[in-house]
């Protein structure tokens, strides 16, 4: 089976920083691409970046220039770095995985919260 499990969120005031984290176990040797999404209150779910096997990346045109996705192969973790926060950038930030043997997985949701 598979498993994503997030961490790093919190409470920041805007301008501030926050790097989440997202360890995958399982069948690591199949995943196609990582991936950040968010949901914010009343609001659909939605991408925030991505990272593929190959190491490319895509972004939301919102976080662009201030957000960062990167991922350790050595530790199976795709991070989310996050500067110049902004109140709305406050969501639950959800770890994606896309796996070639098992399809899709996501984790538990952490919660970025974003002060004015």
């Known amino acids: 089976q598979v498993q994503l499990v997030e961490s790093g969120g919190g409470l920041v005031q805007a301008g501030g920083s926050l790097r989440l984290s997202c360890a995958v176990s399982g069948s690591i040797f199949s995943i196609k691409a990582l991936g950040w999404y968010r949901q914010a209150p009343g609001n659909q779910r939605e991408l925030v970046a991505t990272?593929?096997?190959?190491?490319?990346?895509n972004y939301a045109d919102s976080v662009k220039g201030r957000f960062t996705i990167s991922r350790d192969n050595a530790k199976n973790v795709v991070y989310l770095q996050m500067n110049s926060l902004k109140p709305e950038d406050t969501a639950v930030y959800y770890c994606?995985?896309?796996?070639?043997?098992?399809?899709?997985?996501w984790g538990q949701g952490t919660q970025v919260t974003v002060s004015s």
């Open positions: 990272i593929n096997s190959g190491g490319s990346t």
């Open positions: 994606k995985g896309d796996f070639y043997i098992h399809g899709l997985y």
